[in-house]
């Protein structure tokens, strides 16, 4: 036998004997410890991330019912109607048609006469623009009558649809000169997020259709 290796056994027996009301307690510390960090703490954290992740679970569901319950409550008539209405104001496309329908309005409605008249196709951005940088279609208006017929026609075009601005008028004697624009935009792409709810028109909203209902065609 080794004689080393009694004399170290020996004395690891000695000090053993000697500390081993420290060194249990420092093992099974040790042993607890391990387990703590290794086994207890991350099932907690596992546990943590699953409450968290039911709680938002719970959350989308419910928003989801709400949304649920608001789209069942919906008229597609009224819907519709106020998709026309705002369509008809600001259309999605260059709207000729309803472009030559307001400045008839606007003149019937004012008693000026109107002359000749033109589009400038394209896009428009300016200072003055209320719509700045909205594509738009520019108009060169010709009224006959004084200041009084093309401030009433001004104001008549302001009221009708779809939406316009007239940007300068030049006034010669019983000839008004009016440079307008009409305003459209194309829709922009649905992006749905089902984790927010769902809300309809808010009062001011609705308020603003009621307007633009009143200067619209047929509404």
Do not use: H
């Amino acid at each position: 036998m080794n004689p080393r290796f009694s004399l170290d056994k020996g004395v690891y027996k000695v000090l053993y004997e000697r500390y081993r009301e420290y060194i249990v307690p420092l093992l099974i510390i040790f042993v607890c410890t391990v387990l703590i960090v290794g086994v207890v703490i991350p099932q907690v954290q596992d546990f943590l991330a699953t409450v968290n992740a039911t709680k938002e679970l719970r959350s989308q569901i419910a928003i989801l019912k709400k949304n649920v319950q608001f789209l069942t409550g919906l008229d597609p008539a009224t819907l519709d109607l106020q998709l026309g209405i705002a369509s008809s104001a600001l259309p999605p496309e260059k709207d000729f048609a309803g472009i030559l329908n307001a400045v008839t309005t606007a003149s019937a409605r004012s008693g000026a006469s109107l002359g000749d008249f033109s589009f400038a196709v394209g896009e428009l951005s300016t200072k003055s623009a209320q719509l700045a940088g909205q594509p738009s279609i520019q108009v060169a208006l010709t009224v006959s009558g004084d200041v009084f017929f093309a401030k009433r026609f001004i104001q008549e075009l302001s009221k009708t649809m779809p939406l316009s601005e007239v940007l300068n008028a030049a006034v010669s004697g019983k000839s008004s000169s009016l440079t307008t624009v009409f305003y459209y935009k194309v829709f922009s792409p649905i992006q749905f997020d089902g984790r927010k709810p769902l809300s309809g028109l808010s009062q001011s909203e609705e308020q603003l259709l009621n307007k633009l209902s009143s200067w619209g065609r047929g509404y």
